[in-house]
């Protein structure tokens, strides 16, 4: 039987009083396509921030292909990480942001090859080779040369994504890639995740608010609220049958 890709274990996570998570557990297999929706504040951004190891966790365990995020010290207490370790699982994930985050003094191709350069030791000309190739999968390799200044929401948001792909990793985040966009940019963007989805074997995890996409794109949707999920399915059922009130309301708002 094949294992799950990504295993959280009863995490709690608090930001001083305000407890984010609370016991919360999900299993990712690999090259599955997931929907995190549910209202703002429920704690889909932080689940990623923290598979991104961005956040700590208070208490819990995650896996990722079998292999331990944190360490748990043996006296027990606060989870304690091990920057080594850290960065050797980083190099596994991959993350967009909902607000871009490219380097603004770096143009479009330094933006792609500073991590494969910097954390890999990958020489400058295959760096530049595989930036190209990747730009060229966004539609970007026009525009290698350019300052992100220089750069619509849309096209910003493309190059993030060939950043985040340089360093191959096993599993993409996407955080509200599109919600900072102007409506007639969303569309470049998603065509950009459906290739990705088409042409890649990823694990992708996409928090998002738009639920045609996430229907058609995902093969699982969770919906969370207040740091639970509380409800899981395929898109077909969650979208037309949910069967919590809590996700019917939702889905009413917002549909
Ligand atoms: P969602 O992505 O579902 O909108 P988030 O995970 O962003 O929810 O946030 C969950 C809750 O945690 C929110 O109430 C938010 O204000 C709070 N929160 C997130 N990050 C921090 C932080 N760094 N410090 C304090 N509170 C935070």
Partial sequence: MTEPIIKIDAISKSFGNFQVLDGLSMQVMPREKLALIGPSGSGKTTILRILMTLERIDAGHIAIEGEQLYHMPKNGGLVAADERHLTKMRQKIGMVFQLFNLFPHMSVI???????????????????????????????????????AQLSGGQKQRV?????????????????????????????????????????????????????????????????????IVEEGKPDEMFSNPKQERTQTFLRKII
Avoid: Y
């Avoid at 792609?112 to 966004?138: I, Q, S, Y």
């Avoid at 995740?193 to 969770?222: I, P, Q, S, Y």
């Fill in 110 to 148: 330094d933006n792609v090859t500073l991590a494969p350069m910097l954390t890999k030791g990958v020489a400058r000309a295959a760096a530049e080779k595989r930036a190209m190739e990747l730009l060229d999968m966004v539609g970007m390799s026009e525009k290698a040369k350019a300052m992100p």
């Fill in 160 to 228: 993030a994504i060939a950043r985040a792909l340089a360093l191959q990793p096993k599993i993409m985040l996407f955080d509200e890639v599109t919600s900072a966009l102007d409506p007639e940019l969303v569309e470049e963007v998603l065509n950009v995740l459906w290739k990705l989805c088409a042409e890649t074997d990823m694990t992708m995890l996409l928090v998002t608010h738009e639920m045609g996409f996430a229907h058609d794109f995902a093969d699982r949707v969770l919906f969370f609220d207040r740091g639970k």
